[in-house]
T-cell receptor, first 114, second 114 residues
Framework: DQQVKQNSPSLSVQEGRISILNCDYTNSMFDYFLWYKKYPAEGPTFLIS?????DKNEDGRFTVFLNKSAKHLSLHIVPSQPGDSAVYFC?????????????FGTGTSLTVIP | GAGVSQTPSNKVTEKGKYVELRCDPI?????LYWYRQSLGQGPEFLIYFQGTGAADDSGLPNDRFFAVRPEGSVSTLKIQRTERGDSAVYLC????????????FGPGTRLTVL
């Protein structure tokens, strides 16, 4: 039962263009969302987060958008750089008082072409 | 190195054997998490420690899996009577106080059960 879904296993983008990675979730109790970036042979690295009281959070080239009614979030990377090539995971949590589980999607492998 | 470390980086064992995987969290982090990542999947929550106690072990798949953190720092994930389906990358993460605080991941231990 995959509660967090990333339906695009891979994405290729030209350097300098926008990368848009998508994530859908099924559990309406999720109220905190994160994006992680993972290079081969390394653990995931936290990138950016958003709580359900917001619909947008921006950090430099990275912006996360949350559409609660559609149970959808997306990560925008502008401009994309070759060093952004990695696997990106979205993760969601059902709330501070309901445990500390984060549910991860299956990941999207981003390739930024120089 | 101030990051989360995990040993061994790779472990190959035979079906039915017992294995121990070790995690050294970031110094001062009270929260520690274990995840399992199977091929093509995102990290799957196993267990969460707050200090020495397992605050949430609902992700452990069965009673062959057990984890300890006796002094509130290093943690060991123990798997008895390993099965081929246990083959995965086992990730450890720590965070300052748990909850929504950023989790810092180690590089993982790749377990292969033959």
């Amino acid at each position: 039962d995959q509660q967090v879904k990333q339906n695009s296993p891979s994405l290729s983008v030209q350097e300098g263009r926008i990368s848009i990675l998508n994530c859908d979730y099924t559990n309406s109790m999720f109220d905190y969302f994160l994006w992680y970036k993972k290079y081969p042979a390394e653990g995931p690295t936290f990138l950016i987060s958003i709580s359900s009281i917001k619909d947008k959070n921006e950090d430099g080239r990275f912006t996360v958008f949350l559409n609660k009614s559609a149970k959808h979030l997306s990560l925008h990377i502008v401009p994309s750089q070759p060093g952004d090539s990695a696997v990106y995971f979205c993760a969601a949590s059902p709330g501070k008082n309901t445990g500390n589980q984060f549910y991860f999607g299956t990941g999207t492998s981003l390739t930024v072409i120089p | 190195g101030a990051g989360v470390s995990q040993t061994p980086s790779n472990k190959v064992t035979e079906k039915g054997k017992y294995v121990e995987l070790r995690c050294d969290p970031i110094s001062g982090h009270t929260a520690l998490y274990w995840y399992r990542q199977s091929l093509g999947q995102g990290p799957e929550f196993l267990i969460y420690f707050q200090g020495t106690g397992a605050a949430d072990d609902s992700g452990l798949p069965n009673d062959r899996f057990f984890a300890v953190r006796p002094e509130g720092s290093v943690s060991t994930l123990k798997i008895q009577r390993t099965e081929r389906g246990d083959s995965a990358v086992y990730l450890c993460a720590s965070s300052l106080v748990g909850g929504y605080n950023e989790q810092f991941f180690g590089p993982g231990t790749r377990l292969t059960v033959l």
